[in-house]
């Protein structure tokens, strides 16, 4: 009952949102074709004539799937829309200032949709393409009297198409068949009028919930240095792009001929056996330009091109999650200055309509990744990728089964549990580390119902232990030598804990003691799987699993006495992959063993970080055929141990929501000199210390309206520092 009545809550939301649109809108697609099939693209046109151009004119767009505007023919929006969808049903739409854009007299609206016509795990497909448009100020708003044809120049490439997790497909252009001047002529050629096919809210798009993160940031087309390798029949033209980053490529070329077809790919035209995106061009008589639209990412851009055509020149459009990376770290050691700038470009890499666990294979919201990558963007990007997990939140929580289950990625439609990453998720480390690093109250509100559905699905065995638990797939972390009782305990005594948290805040006393009751029992249970030297739970027969070491620590599970045998064990056991890799380092810094914790790190990430083919970090930890499952370069849990860097080896985390109160407890191990930044709702946080004999020097920053408790790293004794700059040495 308690499913549906927060069914029947989010419905009535999306109502509210379907009712800004205006009455008169309606979802228009083309007369003409098959435009519900996969990968379509339809072209729509509206012209619109203003005697004066109002202060301010909102416009309200959906598309199924993505969209581009050009106002009397400028660009100004570069791929709009999100993929489907806020929840199971639901769709999103956006909001758009076009005054800026608009001026007396005729006004020529262009409008290209791009349908995708096929699920993924990060897009769930209506079955129907089609805009929405509402701009009531100036009267523009969607229905019969659009114009409109499926755009004729586009098809998908023949051969392997990209794998099923992804809903983009391969992109064929054929400029023989370009509609010329489409988005500022008057005469338009096979354009019809276009088809009703519903109003705002009606099947399949249903309720519209308003795109919650920004548009992306277009940096605008930059020149690429290109080299060419001369072929017997083609050429293959080869540009090295500044760092691995989501692209539109640009090219320019002439052909006496036409007819001749350009390949284009980057550098990860697939992973393993599973194909990811690329692109084909063919060409037309003369002189052409052209800019595929289907994103794609990589280090390198790559082109065959047949002989016979003229290559003229090659551009790149990198666009990106809006949100700049304005933490920093150095120190004077250049591995950990790399590791640093690999971990930034990966997790950046990594962001768009959710947090991705790649942006090649997949493109999906992965909940234990989404969990480690929003842990390192809290401390290196701005407060506008903090919307980017509020959605994501939001989005786990609408997709729960009415058993209570929670499922990733989504929004997709892959609807398998892994509990291990569903715990991960609702723990201190997910969603209570959001709370902590925005105080944001209200989501809380929102989120606890789901967390609590969740929770009451595991069960303990009579010792107290988390009981066994059979999840769609048993995931644990890739690797061998898994212990998944003890894994899973951890989490869930994580998961709980962070429950109990949430009741607190929420004023549930009752509910906050029995997840404090459900934790005692689980440290019990998991304390009797100590054997003296190590965790392992009695069915467990591999070799000892340092996860569950790492979780016992940074969970508070293990007792001061453990540690020198949990340390010396994790001196031999490295099993962990590079997704759990950062907790056995968190484990080993609060267990006072900082030093180790860097050499560790230094040995496991040393072929990745030192790759120099590759400015972004593996999936498993090695390259290739060397990875985990297929082995993508660009995985962004990988940049685990950035978090580590900034709150334990220079100390930075809140103490009180919303960074209020904040400290400092730095381990300054390793390096002689290191200074970091940290963006937070506060204002930008300073860290640096430089040891010089003796002595170690510390400078911190402390924003205005909050507080920071400095801990000596010698005395363990700590003071209060208030708004401003301090210089201490110890």
């Not at 009606?202 to 690429?224: F, H, M, S, T």
Request: glycine share 8%.
């Amino acid at each position: 009952m308690k499913h549906v009545l927060s069914f029947l809550i989010f419905l009535l939301g999306m109502q509210t949102f379907a009712a800004s649109f205006d009455k008169n809108s309606h979802w228009i697609t083309v007369s003409e074709g098959n435009a519900d099939a996969m990968n379509t693209w339809l072209a729509f046109r509206r012209n619109v004539t203003l005697d004066a151009v109002p202060e301010s004119v909102e416009a309200l767009v959906a598309a199924d799937s993505k969209y581009w505007i050009w106002l009397n023919g400028k660009l100004i929006v570069f791929e709009g829309g999100l993929k489907r969808g806020p929840s199971p049903r639901d769709s999103y739409f956006d909001k758009l200032e076009l005054a800026p854009f608009l001026r007396r007299g005729t006004n020529r609206l262009a409008i290209l949709v791009w349908h995708f016509g096929r699920n993924g795990m990060s897009h769930i497909n209506s079955g129907k393409a089609g805009l929405l448009f509402s701009a009531p100020t100036i009267g523009l708003l969607s229905d019969a009297s659009w114009q409109s044809r499926l755009h004729p120049a586009y098809s998908t490439c023949e051969g392997p198409q990209t794998n099923w997790r992804l809903p983009e497909s391969n992109i064929l252009f054929d400029a023989r068949r370009d509609i010329d001047g489409w988005q500022t002529d008057d005469v338009l050629h096979g354009f019809t009028a276009s088809r009703e096919i519903g109003q705002a809210g009606d099947a399949p798009w249903n309720g519209l919930v308003e795109r919650p993160i920004p548009q992306w940031k277009d940096y605008g087309l930059q020149r690429a240095k290109y080299e060419t390798r001369k072929g017997q029949v083609a050429d293959t033209i080869v540009a090295r792009l500044p760092y691995n980053m989501h692209i539109t490529p640009w090219i320019s070329v002439s052909d006496t001929e036409g007819g001749h077809n350009i390949y284009i790919q980057t550098d990860h035209p697939q992973v393993g056996t599973e194909v990811c995106v690329h692109a084909e061009y063919i060409t037309r008589r003369g002189s052409q330009q052209y800019e595929s639209l289907g994103w794609m990412n990589g280090d390198e851009l790559q082109l065959i091109v047949p002989h016979g055509v003229i290559f003229k020149q090659l551009m790149y459009r990198q666009t990106a999650y809006d949100s700049d990376a304005e933490g920093t770290f150095s120190c004077d050691d250049n591995f950990y200055n790399e590791y640093w700038l690999k971990a930034l470009r990966t997790l950046h890499v990594n962001m768009r309509d959710t947090y991705y666990d790649c942006p090649d294979r997949e493109r999906s919201q992965w909940w234990g990744d989404e969990t480690s990558l929003t842990g390192e963007a809290f401390y290196t990007f701005d407060t506008r990728a903090h919307a980017l997990m509020k959605k994501g939140m939001l989005e786990l929580c609408e997709f729960q089964r009415p058993d209570g289950v929670l499922h990733a990625p989504i929004p997709g439609t892959y609807d398998t549990e892994l509990p291990s990453q569903m715990l991960a998720s609702i723990s201190l480390y997910g969603f209570w580390n959001y709370f902590m690093q925005t105080g944001d109250t209200a989501i809380v509100e929102r989120v606890y119902p789901h967390v609590k559905a969740y929770l009451s699905r595991w069960r303990l065995e009579d010792s107290g232990l988390t009981a066994a638990y059979k999840g769609e797939w048993n995931w644990g972390d890739w690797g061998n030598h898994r212990d998944m009782r003890l894994i899973y305990a951890g989490w869930h005594y994580l998961a709980l804990a962070s429950a109990a948290q949430m009741a607190d805040l929420l004023a549930l006393p009752v509910e906050a003691q029995t997840y404090r009751n459900f934790m005692a029992a689980v440290k019990k249970g998991y304390n009797a799987c100590w054997n003296g030297t190590a965790y392992r739970h009695p069915d467990y027969q591999g070799d000892t699993d340092d996860r569950v070491q790492a979780l016992a620590v940074v969970a508070g599970i293990a007792e001061r006495e453990k540690w020198p045998q949990i340390t010396q064990l994790l001196h031999t056991q490295k099993h962990a992959s590079p997704y759990m890799e950062k907790y056995v380092m968190e484990a080993l810094f609060m267990m006072n063993e900082g030093e180790y914790a860097m050499e560790r790190g230094r040995e496991r990430y040393r072929e990745m970080v030192e790759d120099p083919l590759h400015t972004t970090l593996y999936e498993g930890w090695g390259s290739a055929d060397k990875g985990f499952s297929g082995g993508t370069v660009n995985h962004a849990w990988s940049g685990g141990a950035l978090t580590v860097i900034a709150q334990y080896l220079m100390g930075i985390s809140p103490t009180k929501a919303g960074w209020q109160e904040f400290q400092v407890k730095p381990q300054p191990v390793c390096f002689k000199r290191a200074s970091i930044t940290v963006p937070t709702v506060r204002g930008t946080i300073g860290v640096s210390y430089q040891t010089k004999g003796e002595h170690t020097v510390f400078s911190i920053t402390v924003p205005q309206a909050t507080t920071c408790r400095f801990v000596n790293p010698k005395t363990g004794i700590g003071q209060t520092l208030a708004a401003g700059k301090h210089r201490i040495t110890i």
